[in-house]
């Protein structure tokens, strides 16, 4: 069943390592037939360089595998909780990108500092809560869907403005009309959250230029008894003997 979609989201999946937004298998891509109430994710642990579109793994909304030979991605608790919750979302994914897992890591949201962000995302990208010991140890990955949910209540965010989150130290989940789409988004939130990481870091360390490189350029241009001056020398005494 759900062959077309099974291919769909199997080719959003190889995207995953070949925009290098994965490490090993870690990370994973849904998408969804809003019409059958059915959505194909990635099976659990699979490497990508031996995935194959059969392998993808059928799900319901109640987040049961319908069909599949092998268990379904271990985040499909948070993927079943975003089809129900975000009804106008089509695919899914979830990696562990090193910039915006940065940005989960230190629960800082991505900030809306470029055209690179701004153009995909209408505002900050939010980070979710860390969650709670009971959260952890009542269902870890179905909770994450429900702190996902609830951060973008209670912060009056549209998940279709912002197609993305940052879940606390964790990483990332994005989303889109289709999976192909939410893999662009988890790119560009990978990008924007490098960009936005090295622009935080210049505008908080202000570096004085050493005075006494701004005199070796000043004594290099007035040949005076600096270290260039003396290369000066070196240099006038080595012509002389040719
Ligand atoms: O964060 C985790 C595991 O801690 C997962 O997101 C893995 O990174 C992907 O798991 P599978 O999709 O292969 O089950």
Redesign the pocket.
């Known amino acids: 069943m759900l062959e077309k979609l099974k291919q769909e989201v199997y080719e959003a999946n190889m995207q995953l390592p070949k925009l290098d937004l994965?490490t090993f298998?870690?990370?994973?891509v849904s998408g969804i037939d809003r019409e059958k109430g059915l959505f194909v994710?990635?099976?659990?642990?699979?490497d990508y360089d031996k995935l194959k579109p059969e392998d993808m793994v059928v799900v319901n909304l109640k987040g049961e595998v319908v069909e599949g030979e092998m268990?379904?991605?271990?985040?499909?608790p948070t993927h079943t909780v975003l089809y129900n919750e975000f009804p106008e979302i089509g695919g899914i994914v979830?990696?562990?990108s090193p910039w915006a897992v940065s940005f989960a890591a230190a629960e800082i949201d991505v900030p809306a500092l470029s055209t690179t962000h701004a153009d995909t995302f209408y505002g900050d990208v939010p980070v979710t809560p860390a969650l709670t010991k009971e959260e952890i140890e009542g269902g870890y990955e179905e909770n994450t869907g429900k702190v996902i949910v609830k951060t973008f209540k209670e912060r009056k965010i549209d998940p279709e403005a912002v197609p993305a989150v940052l879940v606390s130290q964790?990483?990332p989940f994005a989303w889109g009309k289709t999976p192909d789409k939410a893999v662009y988004n988890a790119k560009v939130l990978e990008v924007a959250s490098e960009i936005d990481y090295h622009a935080l870091q210049m505008t908080r360390r202000n570096i004085e230029v050493p005075q006494y490189l701004l005199d070796k350029h000043y004594y290099r241009k007035h040949g005076k008894n600096a270290y260039y001056g003396q290369e000066n020398a070196k240099s006038k005494e080595h012509a002389a003997r040719k």
């Open positions: 994965v298998t870690w990370g994973n994710i990635k099976p659990s642990g699979v268990n379904p991605s271990s985040d499909t979830h990696t562990h964790h990483g």
